[in-house]
């Protein structure tokens, strides 16, 4: 079955697009990615993206535009990867909006911002959408949803391998050995921390807007760390919580980075914003590699997302990770912008399939689920909204 996958992250750049072919059993499938296209949001639809998703209020009219306009980002971000319409299926994460982790006594929930209708007739084909929902119905955290995929698109190997995902906010996978006592242990997963949403906007503020992001980490590298105040933002509640956890811009957003430049002006009067960034860019690093020595460490700690084009996160992160062999997922067939889009086009294939695409042992919900509704285009054959159904 050919699939576009959609994927817009939470850094809110735009819609990464992937076209591929899933077959054999959805354990251990036959995959061929055959193209990938990626659309930005246009700076103003970006912009309110972010205002909106930190809280900024918005008239009920206001919210709906905001929602078909990012649909139709969407749209041609899926005609531009595939514009022989080959897809039977595209599977889309939507546009994350806010996201709450379950507490006690309060289950989680989770927007991801989409009209699935309108995104299935603009591409003429079914769209499964909503993937979070069934796993917090089942009191998961509804995220992170790819280390299931990570693990049936890559494999295993003679250790443990680390799949990590620089995007807005860092996501971890942990995939068990093929040989060895740790083989029969579970494939896990969890948010760390921030990646790049405190860096972005950092830069964005201290370019007054000229800057959307601190290219390559050329500013940063100008700058230094405050050793001293990172080792005090390593202690802090989420980042010592034990996973199953989740997290976006609810926590590591504009107030968080507010309260973060506040503690490095008190640290030291003469900090720059060459520093601050620095620090910031560290701390993406060290979230990990602190997570990365909370159990055996990996052979291997495979990269993707945004982040990889930011040079000083990655000498950070290598610098902080020592004894892995730190490396592209690109190395692996797998593009730095195409892992999660193809995540979730491996989802809308296990979606057809009835299989199971969340993991218990990653989102801490009762069972595996069926993740993702479906959206028939409205012209067409089909049956409207389906839920997917639980699974073992």
């Given at each position: 079955m050919w699939v576009v996958g959609l994927m817009s992250g939470t850094s809110a750049d735009g819609v990464d697009a992937v076209l591929a072919r899933f077959g054999g059993s959805p354990r251990h499938p036959h995959w061929r990615l055959a193209n990938a296209a990626s659309v930005p949001y246009p700076d103003p639809l970006r912009q309110r993206l972010i205002r909106y998703g930190q809280g900024q209020a918005l008239p009920a009219g206001a919210v709906l535009d905001l929602v078909e306009d990012l649909t139709e980002v969407q749209a041609e971000a899926a005609r531009r990867c595939d514009p022989q319409r080959r897809a039977e299926r595209v599977g889309c994460h939507g546009q994350t909006l806010w996201h709450r982790p379950p507490e006690p006594g309060r289950p989680g929930a989770s927007w991801q911002a989409l009209m699935g209708s309108m995104l299935a007739e603009r591409v003429g084909c079914p769209v499964i959408f909503d993937f979070r929902a069934a796993d917090l119905a089942l009191g998961g955290q509804g995220a992170p949803l790819v280390p299931a995929t990570d693990a049936a698109l890559l494999g295993r190997i003679g250790g443990w391998r680390a799949v990590l995902n620089l995007g807005?906010?860092?996501?971890?996978?942990?995939?068990?050995?093929?040989?060895?006592?740790?083989?029969?242990?579970?494939?896990?997963?969890?948010?760390?921390?921030?990646?790049?949403?405190?860096?972005?906007?950092?830069?964005?503020?201290?370019?007054?807007?000229?800057?959307?992001?601190?290219?390559?980490?050329?500013?940063?590298?100008?700058?230094?760390?405050?050793?001293?105040?990172?080792?005090?933002?390593?202690?802090?509640?989420?980042?010592?919580?034990?996973?199953?956890?989740?997290?976006?811009?609810?926590?590591?957003?504009?107030?968080?980075?507010?309260?973060?430049?506040?503690?490095?002006?008190?640290?030291?009067?003469?900090?720059?914003?060459?520093?601050?960034?620095?620090?910031?860019?560290?701390?993406?690093?060290?979230?990990?590699?602190?997570?990365?020595?909370?159990?055996?460490?990996?052979?291997?700690?495979?990269?993707?997302?945004?982040?990889?084009?930011?040079?000083?996160?990655?000498?950070?992160?290598?610098?902080?990770?020592?004894?892995?062999?730190?490396?592209?997922?690109?190395?692996?067939?797998?593009?730095?912008?195409?892992?999660?889009?193809?995540?979730?086009?491996?989802?809308?294939?296990?979606?057809?399939?009835?299989?199971?695409?969340?993991?218990?042992?990653?989102?801490?919900?009762?069972?595996?689920?069926?993740?993702?509704?479906?959206?028939?285009?409205?012209?067409?054959?089909?049956?409207?909204?389906?839920?997917?159904?639980?699974?073992?």
């Amino acid at each position: 079955m050919w699939v576009v996958g959609l994927m817009s992250g939470t850094s809110a750049d735009g819609v990464d697009a992937v076209l591929a072919r899933f077959g054999g059993s959805p354990r251990h499938p036959h995959w061929r990615l055959a193209n990938a296209a990626s659309v930005p949001y246009p700076d103003p639809l970006r912009q309110r993206l972010i205002r909106y998703g930190q809280g900024q209020a918005l008239p009920a009219g206001a919210v709906l535009d905001l929602v078909e306009d990012l649909t139709e980002v969407q749209a041609e971000a899926a005609r531009r990867c595939d514009p022989q319409r080959r897809a039977e299926r595209v599977g889309c994460h939507g546009q994350t909006l806010w996201h709450r982790p379950p507490e006690p006594g309060r289950p989680g929930a989770s927007w991801q911002a989409l009209m699935g209708s309108m995104l299935a007739e603009r591409v003429g084909c079914p769209v499964i959408f909503d993937f979070r929902a069934a796993d917090l119905a089942l009191g998961g955290q509804g995220a992170p949803l790819v280390p299931a995929t990570d693990a049936a698109l890559l494999g295993r190997i003679g250790g443990w391998r680390a799949v990590l995902n620089l995007g807005g906010i860092a996501n971890l996978t942990l995939i068990p050995p093929d040989q060895g006592p740790d083989r029969r242990q579970p494939v896990r997963g969890w948010d760390c921390g921030p990646a790049n949403t405190l860096i972005d906007l950092a830069a964005h503020g201290f370019s007054e807007g000229r800057l959307r992001f601190d290219e390559e980490g050329r500013w940063a590298r100008q700058g230094r760390v405050d050793e001293r105040l990172l080792s005090t933002w390593l202690r802090e509640p989420y980042l010592c919580q034990p996973p199953p956890k989740s997290t976006g811009r609810e926590l590591f957003g504009a107030e968080d980075l507010r309260r973060r430049l506040s503690a490095l002006r008190a640290s030291n009067p003469q900090t720059t914003p060459a520093d601050a960034l620095a620090t910031l860019t560290a701390f993406s690093a060290a979230a990990v590699a602190q997570d990365l020595r909370g159990g055996t460490p990996p052979l291997e700690l495979l990269v993707a997302g945004g982040g990889t084009r930011n040079g000083f996160l990655m000498e950070q992160l290598r610098r902080r990770c020592r004894g892995m062999a730190v490396r592209p997922l690109a190395e692996r067939g797998i593009g730095d912008l195409e892992r999660e889009a193809l995540a979730f086009a491996l989802l809308a294939w296990w979606h057809a399939k009835a299989y199971p695409g969340s993991l218990p042992s990653v989102t801490g919900a009762r069972q595996g689920a069926v993740l993702g509704v479906r959206a028939n285009p409205p012209s067409g054959q089909g049956h409207g909204h389906e839920r997917g159904r639980t699974g073992a």
